[in-house]
């Protein structure tokens, strides 16, 4: 039994292995490459990603917001992908020749100065008001925001914006829409709150339910000129 033993282990060990001594060698890396599949097209929005970098306040898009956009500026379900192509090129030429992008109605961040306030009597709302890239055409950012919650909120049920025609303008308009609700987005839907834009120093009402109308006036912006203005009396000699 012994020497039985000993033969056994005295048998050389085997510095190949049998079966890649038959040419399978390759067949486990073959297998491995077979099952690996092709990752996924990822569809990813050129503008999208500098927003989300650029501005901290700005809420990221899911894929499937970024298809409802490029719907909405004429695509289909069949030609959604050239779609986003065309969008992504558009995007990067603008980027490329300008460095950045222009954007209108981003939130404003803790330290913007421009930001002001009017608060809505028997209420805890405010309107608040900023630049958000509209002061080149001489218009502001408004939205409702909850004073003791610090965050803007969209429109309160039965709450309504109404602007006041201007002395020697007699066209009233309708009632004001957010930008979210003319680009087709449903604030219920999003749950992003919902914002205006007005001219400068324009006369608006707020008509809501159980209270009387709340006349308030937009910000204007100081003049780079100084404008003359009329006096009740004028001096002698």
Known sequence: ???????QNNLPT?????????GASSLPQQAAQSSRQPEPRKFVSVLNEYLSSHYPAFKRMTEEEIKAML??????????????EEHNAAINHLLKNHGSLALMGALP?????????????????????????VEDIGQFFVDFFHIRQR??????????????AAP???????????????MGYDPRVTGVAEKFSVPEGSRMRLIRPGHEDFFFIAPVRQSQFNFAQAVSFLPVG
């Open 14 to 22: 085997p510095t190949s292995s049998p079966v890649r001594s038959r």
């Open 151 to 164: 965050v803007p909120v969209s429109t309160p049920p039965g709450y309504e914006i109404y602007p006041i």
């Open 109 to 133: 961040t803790d330290d913007d100065r421009s930001v002001s306030y009017i608060p809505i009597p028997q209420s805890p709302y405010a309107f608040r008001f900023w630049d958000g890239g």
């Open 71 to 84: 719907i909405r500026e004429g695509a289909t379900e069949e030609t959604l992908w050239s779609a986003l």
């Open 168 to 182: 020697g303008d007699y066209q009233l308009g309708d009632k004001l829409m957010s930008w979210d609700v003319a």
């Open 1 to 7: 039994m012994s020497r039985r033993r000993d033969v």
